[in-house]
């Protein structure tokens, strides 16, 4: 069995970098002396990230990039190692949401979070697999969600690419074993991120005032401080998890989920009073 991972000098590539969890990762991986590719289209976020992160020895660099863009994608490989020279880990956390029941989303806005959540997966990890095939030690990581595990109502888009993703990292896994990399699937739970507050919400399907009341409530939720997440992440890494549930509403539905997989919403919707 393989011992914990030493991230001190290894090289990795995170999207998403600009704030959240992404930014929680860069620093938690860089306190450890691993440097760092940082991606975003936020490039000015994608520096404060960079100025938080820095830390002697660690070398970072910083890169505007739409993971939804595949001419982008397939080009960034060659950037990164230009500037770093190797890839031991990649970190797929770019992402947004979507609100709306299935017949609220348009197909367009549909494509357009699959594009980002689940097909910017799928092209970073193909254009960054021979890079981390050459390392003595590399690892994939795949932010999924808890709505990669459980999938309300209302989050028909959100749910799909991120069980999407959830089943794509665990084809992976069993692909890639007995090889030098890993693969390791998060599943936060609420995390407070800017996810709620940035949510795309189909034109003219609420009023302002409604807008406004849902995304308070949604933020009420995203409790966990996105550093906690980030450390619990990279504490997943080092110990190559294959999956990592991040925060105790993500872990107590988790295993509600496995035990009635078709009723646990309607048990939810009982508990909720007095939750």
């Known amino acids: 069995m393989l011992g914990k991972m030493n991230l001190r000098d290894r090289t990795a590539v995170v999207t998403g970098a600009a704030s959240g969890i992404g930014r929680a990762i860069a620093i938690s991986l860089a306190r450890r002396g691993c440097h760092l590719a940082l991606a975003d289209i936020n490039e000015t976020q994608l520096a404060q990230t960079a100025d938080l992160a820095a830390s002697p020895g660690v070398r970072i ?29 990649l970190v797929n956390d770019a992402g947004v949401a979507l609100g709306g029941t299935f017949d609220q ?12 959540n689940f097909w910017g997966v799928v092209r970073m990890t193909r254009a960054f697999l021979p890079h981390l095939r050459a390392s003595d030690d590399a690892r994939i990581v795949n932010l999924s969600s808890l709505y990669g595990l459980i999938a309300p109502p209302g989050q028909t888009a959100y749910a799909a690419s991120k069980f999407a993703v959830r089943g794509f990292s665990q084809s992976l896994r069993h692909e ?16 407070a ?4 507050k940035s949510a795309r919400i189909p034109r003219g399907l609420l009023s302002p005032a409604e807008e406004a009341k849902r995304r308070a409530a949604a933020e009420k939720l995203l409790r966990m401080p996105p550093a906690t997440a980030g450390e619990i992440i990279v504490q997943g890494i080092e110990r ?12 107590i539905l988790a295993v509600l989920e496995r035990l009635a997989p078709v009723s646990y919403w309607r048990i939810l919707g009982k508990l909720r009073p007095q939750m």
């Open 240 to 251: 190559r998890r294959p999956r990592v549930i991040v925060g105790t509403d993500a872990k």
């Open 61 to 89: 660099s910083r890169h505007r990039l739409d993971v939804a863009d595949r001419a982008a994608v397939a080009a960034f490989p060659a950037i990164v190692m230009a500037e770093h020279g190797k890839v031991d880990i």
């Open 105 to 116: 989303v348009s197909e367009s806005d549909f494509e357009w979070l699959f594009d980002i």
């Open 193 to 196: 991120t800017a996810i709620a």
């Open 176 to 191: 890639l074993e007995g090889s030098r990399i890993g693969v390791t699937v998060v599943h936060p739970g609420g995390v």
